[in-house]
């Protein structure tokens, strides 16, 4: 249960007698906001005429003095303004969440800062608030009419000299590879989609710059002023992409570069920084599932835990075709059938089917719907977002599955963060809950949190992932995802194959990145049969969807090394993917309880990336294993008690 507390306070530089702040020029109050712990800062600065901030990490700069900027209708609502009170709460709760970890904790302080702008007389909230491990903020412009406003914003986050940075450009939409830059060697024009992950001068820490709870608003990227500089840019001014343009053409792209009204009351989406001092505290930040509301009781009578929206492995006949050669003419529905007896046999517990599947009748898919539930496996049907933009075609699609016994959906190409694309997410959720059914976001922008509020939204694509062929640099992009992409949320890599499209990944590799990527839908890009024929087996099936704890281990290092402990239950798993040359790696096993454990291992092959070697062991917490890893390596470990 969210518990607040508040407490309001007059701002020093409120204007009482006067009515304008032009008949009484005087700073405002500069208002300071402090994590529970007291590590990390916020603070808004004095000056009427120009409103700025900064974040501060251990009294370091983590963000420097960057001005704010929200518009409405054309005014500059962050310049030339007057404080009117600053009202103080704090939130102390936890929740269950599919993630990096199963209970996730909600602790932060806040603050509403009521502002007046002078010129407009518009009274707005920016809100603040302040976790052990980063800073949102948002504003709110209340209009209880059904008037509609026109919103902008050009906010900046300046990042301190001497960082690294990590982040893709919008070229491919958010399927792009990631770029490794100095951040002041970032040439001005230069496209990030959020998360863009930087590392502080000196060992001083990481940050990420994303957003939260994306509703009723266009999404967020970034945008360089080439002096260290990134601003906020909605939707409307994002550069074409190639999807779009591919599947939707120029036209349509010219009619999105309009901004986007809303109508009434304008809430922002949370602006993000997420704060930590190493990579563990990075990855297990809660911080965006946090600033989502709880999901309807209603609709999720048990909320992430209600039971038709369980989290497990997928299926998916579409990346490893090779594996496996077909003749042209195979009967695609025998096919299906054979896939979901597959998936079963490896624990899956849901199998994606593409569009053909429409081509079959009622009957047929009554048939395979009941053939795969007997095996344990729930059936997911692809559909394009563009048959599903009105009201009457989701109700006839989504109830149709439900009547057929079909789960969920895929469904594919939105390829742009307009504000219809996000109301057009929520309407499309709200239809499949109220039938029960979960849904796989293809051709994505990157998630929000808001899968607190909508279990049923099991994973966002928002990546490039396994199906693109042209990625050469496989261990480097595999090693660089855990610390940018999936800081958002659950992805839909399509993870581990074994044939050539793993590039300069190893197999153990693989093996190790799909207990890296966790989502709640996990979609593996290998044929199932693969699986059942590798020596690894058995531990590949024991690999989970989502985790109840995770541990980032301090040998990790963003785009070279990943090496994460974590646990389902009393099992724990160690998973480890290297980046470029051969290299030895000591990890102390110090994550285990004191006691005896019996290990799996899952080794590269020495001079045989192809292959891996299977081994058992007895190990103990006191222990440390010494890994020899090939070029573009991994290494699996199961420990059962």
């Known amino acids: ?41 916020f603070i808004l600065g004095s000056n009427p005429e120009r ?39 704090s939130i102390n709760e936890t929740f269950t969440y599919h993630g990096v970890h199963s209970l996730a904790k909600n602790e932060c302080n806040g603050v509403r800062i009521s502002l007046t702008h002078d010129l407009s007389m518009t009274t707005y909230t920016l809100e603040v608030r302040v976790f052990n491990d980063g800073v949102a903020f948002r504003h709110i412009i209340q209009d209880d009419s059904n008037r509609t406003h026109v919103p902008d914003e050009h906010t900046e986050l300046l ?65 360089s002023d080439g002096r260290r500089g990134w601003r906020i840019a909605l939707a409307h001014r994002h550069p074409i992409n190639y999807p ?17 009204s809303v109508e009434g009351t304008v809430t922002t989406p949370w602006r993000v920084v997420i704060v930590a001092r190493d990579l563990n505290a990075l990855v297990n ?54 896939f979901s007896d597959m998936g079963g046999q490896i624990g899956a517990k849901y199998h994606i089917i593409e569009g053909f599947a429409y081509r079959w009748t009622d009957e047929q898919i009554r048939e395979i719907v009941e053939y795969s539930n007997e095996r344990g496996v729930r059936l997911m049907f692809w559909r394009h977002s563009n048959q599903l933009r009105t009201e009457e075609s989701r109700e006839e699609f989504f109830s149709r599955l439900h009547r057929l ?29 109220e039938y029960q059914l979960v849904i796989n976001f293809h051709g994505s922008n990157k998630p929000t949190g ?9 994973i966002y694509e928002g990546i490039r992932g396994m199906e693109s062929s042209a990625l050469q640099q496989r261990a480097r992009h595999q090693t660089t995802l855990p610390f940018t992409r999936y800081l958002a949320g659950p992805a839909d890599y399509t993870t581990m194959i074994f044939t050539e499209r793993r590039r300069d990944s190893s197999v153990a590799h693989q093996i190790a990145s799909l207990a890296t990527f966790q989502s709640p839908m996990l979609t593996l890009a290998a044929h199932p049969q693969s699986i059942l024929d590798s020596p690894a087996r058995d531990v590949i099936q024991s690999i989970q969807a989502v985790w109840d704890e995770t541990i980032v281990l301090p040998e990790s290092k963003i785009g070279e090394l990943t090496v994460f402990a974590r646990r389902s239950g009393s ?32 080794k590269d092959q020495t001079d045989d990336s192809s292959s891996v070697v299977v081994e058992e062991s007895m190990v103990h917490s006191d222990d440390t294993l010494t890994i020899e890893l090939n070029s573009g390596g991994g290494f699996v470990a199961r420990f059962v008690k």
């Open 159 to 223: 990042i301190p000299a001497g960082s690294t940075a990590w982040f893709h450009g919008l070229d491919g939409h958010y399927e792009a590879e990631y770029d490794q830059v100095e951040i002041s060697d970032v040439e001005a024009g230069t496209w990030a989609g959020p998360p863009l992950t930087f590392q502080l001068p000196e060992n001083g820490g990481y940050g990420a710059i994303t957003e939260a709870n994306l509703v009723n608003y266009s999404g967020m990227a970034l945008e």
């Open 285 to 338: 930040s809660d911080m965006l599932p946090s600033l989502c509301p709880p999901a309807d009781e209603k609709l999720f009578p048990q909320g992430i835990q209600t039971s038709w929206v369980e989290p497990g492995l997928a299926v998916w006949d579409y990346v490893d075709r090779n594996y496996e050669p077909r003749p042209e003419d195979v009967d695609r529905f025998e096919l299906m059938k054979r």
């Open 571 to 602: 099992m724990w798993m160690l998973a480890v993917m290297s980046a470029g040359p051969e290299r030895t790696v000591s990890i102390p096993l110090s994550f285990l309880e004191d006691q005896e454990y019996r290990a799996t291992l899952v």
């Open 51 to 89: 409103l700025t901030y900064t974040v501060s990490l251990d009294n370091k700069p983590v963000i420097e003095r960057s001005q704010l900027d929200m518009r409405l209708d054309g005014y500059h609502l962050s310049s030339g303004v007057v404080m009117n009170q600053v009202e103080s709460y």
């Open 244 to 260: 779009y343009e591919l599947r939707y053409g120029r036209e349509e792209a010219k009619r999105l570069a309009a901004p986007a």
């Open 450 to 458: 808001r899968l607190r509020t909508w279990p049923n939204a099991m």
């Open 405 to 433: 016994g079909v789960s969920g959906a895929k469904i594919d190409f939105f390829d742009h963060e307009a504000k219809e694309n996000i109301d057009l997410y929520e309407a499309l959720l709200l239809k499949a809950a």
């Open 1 to 41: 249960m969210q518990k607040e507390t508040n407490q309001s306070v007059e701002g020093k530089a409120a204007v009482q007698e006067a009515t304008r702040r032009t008949q009484r020029v005087v700073r405002l109050q500069e208002v300071e906001v402090k994590s529970p712990d007291g590590t990390v800062a």
